[in-house]
């Protein structure tokens, strides 16, 4: 979870903050692209022209920064647009005096399309935010449990191991009373597999040995 949530926020960092400030610069470029249109209809000055194709340079390479962001078929209809708008713009410059009206006519519908390509990355980046908010809560609810599970394990094998240490020391206890009391054979059932029970098979081999020694006395 940790790591779509990295995934997540690395798409939102380069695809969706990208796209949404080449929506601004598209929308700079073009107001820049129809003052440079309209001045050129004025003064018929070959920089007007060269400022509206260095601004057209610029639109293309942002509509291309929202086609690398995964939005290609969002662009279709923008880009045609764009498109009949540039070929207007081409006959503005060959000399069609009257192609100032139809390029503004144009240009209104590719901000009315830019407009509604902004909303819908603030849509889309609204939800993947949600959804990333939701996966966080979960990942630090399923952190949180699994830090509770381990401490109740924790405390499972403590009670465990506390209670078998001392059943094991009373059972040695025991064993130490009747060993004293001359019940050699006593076996405190204690197993093995740590110091407790090697403890115990000591007791066990002391007995044996003492049930040797008292035999031989005996004798």
């Known amino acids: 979870l940790l790591f779509v949530g990295q995934q997540r926020t690395i798409d939102i960092a380069n695809k969706h903050l990208p796209a949404i400030n080449s929506l601004t610069d598209l929308r700079n ?5 129809e003052g440079y249109a309209g001045k050129y ?3 018929r000055s070959s920089e007007f022209r060269t400022l509206f194709q260095q601004s057209e340079t610029d639109f293309l390479e942002k509509l291309a920064v929202l086609e690398k962001a995964g939005r290609a078929a969002d662009l279709a209809l923008l880009k045609s647009h764009y498109a009949e708008y540039r070929a207007t713009a081409a006959r503005l410059f ?4 009257g192609g100032t009206t139809e390029l503004r006519g144009q ?4 901000f009315t399309e830019l407009e509604q390509f902004y909303s819908l990355l603030q849509r ?3 939800a993947k935010l949600e959804t990333a908010n939701l996966q966080e809560r979960f990942s630090i609810a399923l952190t949180m449990g699994f830090s509770l599970a381990g401490l109740l394990l924790a405390m499972i094998i403590a009670v465990t191991f ?3 240490t001392f059943s094991a020391v009373k059972k040695l206890r025991q064993a130490t009373r009747r060993i004293a009391e001359g019940d050699f054979e006593y076996d405190p059932h204690i197993p093995g597999g740590d110091e407790i029970g090697a403890l115990a098979e000591d007791f066990s ?3 044996h040995r003492l049930k040797e020694l008292e035999q031989m006395s005996l004798d």
Request: hydrophobic residues 50%; proline residues 0%; charged residues 20%.
């Open 205 to 207: 081999r002391m007995a």
């Open 124 to 126: 889309d980046l609204q």
């Open 41 to 43: 209809a004025i003064f």
């Open 29 to 33: 470029s073009l107001i820049a692209q």
């Open 107 to 110: 240009a209104a519908k590719i």
């Open 94 to 97: 060959s000399g069609d005096t």
């Open 162 to 164: 506390t209670y078998r």
